[in-house]
């Protein structure tokens, strides 16, 4: 296979859907982190990456969101951060064969720096690295940190992985709407965020998550103004909902498939789902960007 960024230069790129609602919807008891199955249950793991590269899949995400040690400890020895992440790339890497890339996932840490909190830029930025280290050694093909709120712990996330290894990273913040437009959960606008991510060395920039496609397309317009770097837009199928007890997406694999053309128009070069998405939602992505494209 090229190398990613030269695919990405090429052509638009689709990556994977949901990882954590999948293995819930699969068995994953409630309130339980995904990456336990990476220890307790592999070969359900690696059936999930399986059947996203059957979809069409190009990229697939490591099961590995929540595994910094800050995450980790609570249920694991921090001592196995490195062993955790190394496995969960395995895993997808075992999945891709030579028909996809494998991207590295690193979440949100869920602590806060100083003076917020207690966590110093120093021991954040070495979470990141040693998660990173052990991303790459299970055979990342690029790392893709995301879902990230705030901005400084964000662009940490990207010095830390460019501090220990030369592969793409692309750099993912969540946005939701207000008055004052679309901010991140600590106020961060899109322009100040896409700004501080690629002077702090990623190679592409992008959104997952949030509320849902209509809202991602205005936020890719918002990155397209101010990106010089590809955007990548991997959005929610809708707002979750509990429904007799069930965490529902309403939005289908056929909805969100209709509006990826506008996504695209808007600015999107690497596209997927996140939360509430499917295999389902990754063929019939494929099946549009293929008509999009001009292929059978």
């Not at 790339?89 to 869920?110: C, H, I, K, M």
């Not at 939360?275 to 939602?281: D, I, K, L, S, V």
């Amino acid at each position: 296979m090229k190398p990613f960024l030269e695919l990405v230069a090429s052509e638009i790129v689709l990556f994977d859907g949901a990882i954590g609602t999948m293995l819930q919807a699969r068995g994953l008891p409630a309130g339980d982190p995904a990456e336990k199955w990476v220890i307790e249950r592999p070969e359900e793991v690696v059936r999930l990456h399986r059947d996203y590269v059957e979809a069409g899949a190009q990229v697939l995400t490591t099961n590995s969101f929540g595994g910094t040690r800050f995450k980790l400890s609570n249920w694991l020895d921090p001592s196995r951060t490195r062993e955790l992440n190394r496995r969960a790339a395995e895993l997808a890497r075992e999945a891709a064969r030579d028909e996809a890339y494998v991207a590295g996932s690193v979440g949100p840490t869920g602590a806060f720096l100083e003076p917020l909190g207690t966590v110093s830029r120093e021991e954040m930025k070495e979470a990141f690295a040693e998660q990173v280290s052990g991303l790459v050694e299970g055979g990342a093909d690029l790392i893709i940190i995301e879902t990230q709120m705030d901005i400084q712990e964000a662009v940490l996330a990207v010095e830390a992985a460019r501090s220990v290894c030369h592969l793409p990273i692309i750099a993912n913040m969540t946005y939701n709407p207000g008055r004052a437009g679309y901010r991140t959960l600590m106020g961060n606008t899109v322009a100040e965020c896409v700004q501080a991510l690629e002077e702090a060395g990623a190679d592409i920039v992008g959104s997952n998550c949030g509320t849902g496609i209509d809202d991602m397309i205005q936020v890719v317009r918002e990155m397209k103004l101010v990106a010089s770097r590809p955007i990548l837009a991997e959005p929610n199928a809708g707002l979750p909902e509990l429904v007799n007890g069930r965490t529902v997406y309403r939005e289908t694999a056929e909805q969100m498939a209709g509006k990826l053309p506008a996504l695209i128009e808007a600015g999107a070069r690497v596209v997927g789902g996140c939360c509430g998405t499917t295999p389902e939602h990754t063929r019939r992505f494929r099946q549009k960007l293929d008509e999009v494209q001009g292929r059978r």
